[in-house]
């Protein structure tokens, strides 16, 4: 059915509007900011097992404290900016296994270094080494993904043709029924106030929620029409 094909090419015309804009970012942030957050976390897990170390040979290094006063506050901010801004399960996932693990580490570090609590250190650090690997693996692929979802403008261009090709089919179809006139009216107004505004669909300027309520607006004329012709052949 004519009106069917309509509603089904809208819906995959407005999820192509959706992933142009949906997780260009890594929540907040971008993905380039997030994988240099994990990275340093990496780089951060290794200066604070490395002071530590050396304040169990000089318990007095001012230096020593320093570096691991400062590294596990930022280590521990950081780990909560990722884990606020995870997009996926798997990334989240991996964070909360490093926040378990340093939820351990820290409060060894606040420790006086002794034997025990180095090979602490040692082990745990070894750990969080690995997981620190998995979310930057995980956010990497993150990226990747919201890529691969990104449609392109020729792409929406020719389902937003195609789209308004079909709407045209349908009033100069045959079927003279004003139930059906009405309701393609009311179809045509809605989808007007987005088609004169092309531009701003196709550079993405439309605000988020006004693009999800225009388009649920129009699913719902388009499915009324569909219901309209299925009773008209029905009978």
């Known amino acids: 059915m004519k009106s069917l094909k309509i509603t089904l090419t809208f819906l995959t015309l407005f999820t192509c509007f959706n992933t142009i804009t949906a997780q260009k970012k890594y929540g907040n942030i971008s ?22 170390l050396l304040l169990s040979n000089t318990p007095n290094d001012a230096k020593a404290k320093k570096v691991l006063m400062k590294s596990s506050k930022k280590f521990e901010k950081q780990n909560q900016i990722l884990l606020k801004n995870a997009v996926s399960n798997n990334t989240k996932k991996h964070l909360n296994t490093v926040s378990n693990l340093w939820s351990n580490f820290k409060n060894i570090l606040k420790d006086t270094p002794s034997d025990e609590n180095v090979y602490e250190v040692i082990q745990i650090n070894s750990t969080l080494m690995k997981t620190s690997n998995n979310v930057i693996s995980s956010i990497a692929t993150d990226n990747e993904y919201s ?35 009405d309701a393609l009216v009311m179809a ?39 219901v309209l012709y299925e009773n008209i052949t029905m009978n």
Do not use: C, H, P
């Open 31 to 52: 993905f380039k900011k997030a994988k240099n957050i994990s990275e340093n976390q990496r780089v951060l897990g290794q200066k604070m097992a490395k002071a530590y």
């Open 147 to 181: 890529k691969e979802l990104k449609a392109s403008n020729d792409e929406v261009e020719l389902l937003y043709n195609e789209f308004n090709d079909a709407i045209t089919l349908l009033l100069v179809s045959n079927l003279d029924k004003d139930t059906v006139d």
């Open 188 to 226: 045509m107004l809605r989808w007007e106030n987005l088609g004169n505004n092309k531009d701003q669909l196709f550079n993405n300027k439309f605000d988020d929620m006004n693009l999800y309520v225009k388009s649920n607006e129009l699913t719902e004329a388009f499915n009324d029409i569909a």
